[in-house]
């Protein structure tokens, strides 16, 4: 029996053979000339034409024929059977294909199929159409130089125009951000003042999601990150307010003003917990106040801000610090330039504040854990922004220069452990990467030409809004090298705290060796500061006199570099 089955196709049906041959070339039309077209000529003299900077587009609709596809049903049935031998008869199948697998042809057949078959699977095995190649190769985004590009610009749309105080970013998504607008200046308000804030959609900036009207300009904003349709914000007036999305723009509760913060309300945070309601509350008046939103009559405790553990506040909270998987501890900011690390579970009230850091000149704006190292954290103040360590109280383990102008915020990205950002009183953004470099940032941008009040970047890592002074807050896309995990970036930034910190802790051992040694030479000297022909006030005047003479030098130096920027 011969197993095979020609398939043949008309050589008609396969299209025209194309023939190609050489010609000499051929006149096809010839169009005679048209005498009395050329009497309806008429020069132009001079020739305008109008040229547009843009390139010119057009448009063009087919209306296609709509493919009707249908879904059809195959029935296979097992074929190829002699009409005399039933296929569901084992033995009979058996005794076929034993009579069959015999015969010389089906042999031939089947040595021929199984050559062509051989090298079928052989071509499969060399070459793969469907392979990913490069699996195994990441991409390094360090290649590529780091940017950033403006997205949106949301302005506040009142008259009187207010500085944005405060950012938080929806919790889900990239979708909203909300804004807290108020003037921060001693009786700077003009009267009949907006007090609303708004929520933003991103691709919207013409007009706002939504409204929040609370009964006194919003300082702060924070969204609920177990419910986004919850967010609290902190009032002008100490209070704390409480929205639900979901029920309009009025606030739903807002704590009595007697058990309120007495000074502006500069930061709220929501902590981890079953039902996700409580949050913790400062304000420059020396009090750290925990909230349950469900029942904001009064607060459920209460920490007065002193060193010496007394009932008296001493110390103004404007910045917290609160990280999840440490539940028990948080941080404060205050305006004194001091960082309290504090404890909420300790055994007395006294000893709630456990250690403080000390290493600003002015208030403490912005205060911040590392997402992936949280024993490390950032402080922003005065001209510097500072990384600590909690092994080490006694200084910072790392810093910034000082700037020319006074930095407002600063905040760590989440998705690369090396880098920070920074904002200037000047409207600059300071990008820092202590992969690439740690003495000057890696990227400065000019936001805007007036101060940046506040900044705060999305979970994943690559929107970064900044709010300015007269209430315009600037959506950023951060480039891919900025936002994107390096080859190795973690281990190396753990080498880098962690030699940072052993330097610093060695520096500090030699210091107080060197006071212990002055201490007992002095002691035993016995002698005072005269004999030895220091007078403490000619020590002052000279200081005084060289940090003058160093200011007048940074100036002259300023002035060259401008007049060769000129030039």
Same mark, same amino acid.
């Given at each position: 029996?011969?197993?095979v089955y020609v398939?043949?196709?008309k050589?008609?049906?396969f299209?025209r053979?194309?023939n190609f041959?050489?010609?000499?070339a051929?006149s096809?039309?010839?169009?005679?000339?048209?005498?009395?077209?050329?009497e309806?000529?008429?020069?132009r003299n001079p020739?305008?034409?109008a040229?547009?900077?843009?390139?010119?587009?057009?448009e063009h609709e087919?209306?296609?024929?709509?493919f009707e596809t249908q879904s059809?049903?195959i029935n296979?049935?097992?074929?190829?059977?002699?009409?005399?031998?039933?296929?569901?008869?084992?033995?009979?199948t058996?005794?076929?294909?034993?009579?069959?697998?015999?015969?010389e042809v089906?042999?031939?057949?089947?040595?021929q199929?199984g050559s062509v078959?051989?090298h079928?699977?052989k071509?499969n095995n060399?070459?793969?159409?469907?392979e990913?190649?490069f699996?195994?190769?990441?991409e390094d985004? +360090?290649?590529e130089p780091?940017? !950033?590009?403006?997205?949106? &610009?949301f302005?506040?749309?009142? #008259?009187?125009?207010r *500085?944005?105080?405060?950012i +938080?970013?929806?919790?889900d998504? !990239?979708?909203?951000?909300? &804004?807290?607008?108020?003037?921060l #200046?001693f009786?700077? *308000?003009p009267?009949?003042m907006?007090?609303?804030s708004?929520i933003?959609?991103v691709?919207s900036?013409?007009?706002?999601?939504?409204t929040?009207?609370p009964i006194?300009?919003?300082?702060c904003?924070?969204?609920?990150?177990k419910?986004?349709?919850c967010?609290?914000g902190?009032?002008y007036?100490?209070?704390l307010?409480?929205?639900d999305?979901r029920?309009g723009s009025?606030?739903?509760?807002?704590?009595?003003?007697?058990?309120?913060?007495?000074d502006?309300?500069?930061?709220?945070?929501?902590?981890t917990?079953k039902?996700?309601t409580e949050?913790?509350?400062?304000?420059?008046?020396g009090?750290?106040?925990?909230w349950?939103?469900?029942?904001m009559?009064e607060?459920?405790?209460t920490l007065?801000l002193d060193l010496n553990?007394?009932?008296k506040?001493?110390?103004?909270?404007?910045?917290?610090?609160y990280e999840?998987?440490?539940?028990?501890?948080?941080m404060v900011?205050?305006?004194?330039g001091?960082v309290?690390?504090?404890?909420r579970?300790?055994?007395t009230?006294?000893?709630?504040?456990?250690a403080n850091?000390?290493?600003h000149?002015?208030?403490?704006?912005?205060?911040?854990?590392n997402?992936f190292?949280?024993?490390?954290?950032?402080?922003?103040?005065?001209?510097t922004a500072?990384?600590?360590s909690?092994?080490?109280?006694?200084?910072s383990?790392?810093w910034?220069?000082?700037?020319?102008s006074?930095?407002?915020?600063?905040c760590?990205?989440?998705?690369?452990?090396?880098?920070?950002?920074?904002?200037?009183?000047?409207?600059?953004?300071?990008?820092w990467d202590?992969?690439?470099?740690?003495?000057?940032?890696t990227?400065s941008?000019?936001?805007?030409?007036?101060?940046?009040?506040?900044?705060?970047?999305?979970?994943?890592?690559?929107?970064?809004a900044?709010?300015?002074?007269s209430g315009?807050?600037?959506l950023?896309e951060?480039s891919e090298?900025l936002?994107?995990?390096?080859?190795?970036?973690k281990?190396?930034?753990?080498?880098i705290?962690e030699?940072?910190?052993?330097?610093e802790?060695?520096l500090?051992s030699?210091?107080?060796e060197?006071k212990l040694?002055?201490r007992?030479?002095?002691?035993?000297?016995d002698?005072?500061p005269?004999?030895?022909g220091?007078n403490?006030?000619?020590?002052?005047?000279?200081a005084?006199?060289?940090?003058?003479?160093?200011?007048?030098?940074?100036k002259?130096g300023?002035e060259?570099?401008?007049?060769?920027?000129?030039?």
């Amino acid at each position: 029996m011969e197993i095979v089955y020609v398939y043949t196709k008309k050589r008609e049906e396969f299209g025209r053979q194309c023939n190609f041959t050489d010609r000499t070339a051929e006149s096809l039309v010839d169009i005679p000339v048209d005498e009395s077209l050329k009497e309806s000529f008429i020069e132009r003299n001079p020739c305008e034409s109008a040229i547009q900077c843009a390139p010119e587009m057009s448009e063009h609709e087919v209306n296609t024929e709509r493919f009707e596809t249908q879904s059809r049903g195959i029935n296979h049935v097992e074929g190829g059977w002699p009409k005399d031998i039933n296929p569901a008869e084992v033995e009979q199948t058996m005794r076929f294909r034993k009579k069959v697998e015999k015969d010389e042809v089906y042999i031939q057949a089947i040595q021929q199929l199984g050559s062509v078959m051989e090298h079928t699977i052989k071509q499969n095995n060399a070459v793969d159409i469907y392979e990913e190649y490069f699996d195994d190769i990441t991409e390094d985004g +360090s290649v590529e130089p780091p940017s !950033a590009k403006t997205i949106n &610009v949301f302005r506040d749309p009142n #008259e009187h125009k207010r *500085s944005a105080a405060n950012i +938080s970013w929806y919790p889900d998504n !990239a979708q909203k951000l909300a &804004v807290a607008y108020s003037i921060l #200046e001693f009786q700077r *308000s003009p009267p009949g003042m907006c007090m609303d804030s708004y929520i933003w959609d991103v691709e919207s900036p013409n007009k706002p999601d939504m409204t929040l009207k609370p009964i006194s300009p919003l300082v702060c904003i924070e969204y609920n990150p177990k419910d986004p349709h919850c967010l609290v914000g902190g009032q002008y007036n100490g209070q704390l307010a409480f929205w639900d999305t979901r029920k309009g723009s009025q606030p739903i509760e807002v704590s009595a003003i007697s058990n309120s913060h007495s000074d502006p309300l500069y930061k709220c945070i929501f902590l981890t917990s079953k039902t996700g309601t409580e949050c913790f509350t400062t304000s420059t008046d020396g009090q750290v106040l925990w909230w349950d939103i469900r029942k904001m009559a009064e607060p459920t405790e209460t920490l007065i801000l002193d060193l010496n553990k007394g009932d008296k506040p001493t110390l103004g909270g404007i910045s917290l610090e609160y990280e999840s998987t440490m539940p028990t501890k948080f941080m404060v900011g205050t305006e004194q330039g001091v960082v309290l690390s504090c404890n909420r579970k300790a055994k007395t009230p006294a000893d709630r504040i456990v250690a403080n850091f000390s290493g600003h000149y002015g208030p403490v704006y912005a205060l911040q854990r590392n997402p992936f190292f949280p024993k490390n954290f950032l402080t922003v103040g005065d001209w510097t922004a500072r990384i600590w360590s909690e092994d080490l109280r006694e200084s910072s383990i790392m810093w910034t220069k000082f700037h020319r102008s006074y930095l407002t915020d600063g905040c760590w990205s989440p998705a690369r452990p090396a880098v920070f950002f920074t904002s200037r009183m000047d409207g600059c953004l300071d990008v820092w990467d202590y992969m690439f470099k740690q003495n000057d940032p890696t990227l400065s941008l000019q936001v805007c030409d007036e101060a940046l009040n506040c900044l705060r970047i999305q979970d994943s890592g690559s929107l970064l809004a900044c709010g300015s002074h007269s209430g315009n807050v600037t959506l950023l896309e951060l480039s891919e090298s900025l936002s994107q995990q390096q080859r190795n970036e973690k281990a190396s930034v753990t080498q880098i705290f962690e030699r940072e910190t052993k330097r610093e802790k060695i520096l500090e051992s030699r210091y107080r060796e060197m006071k212990l040694k002055e201490r007992a030479k002095s002691q035993q000297e016995d002698r005072a500061p005269e004999e030895d022909g220091e007078n403490p006030e000619e020590l002052v005047a000279e200081a005084d006199k060289n940090f003058w003479f160093t200011v007048e030098q940074e100036k002259i130096g300023i002035e060259k570099k401008e007049k060769a920027a000129e030039q």
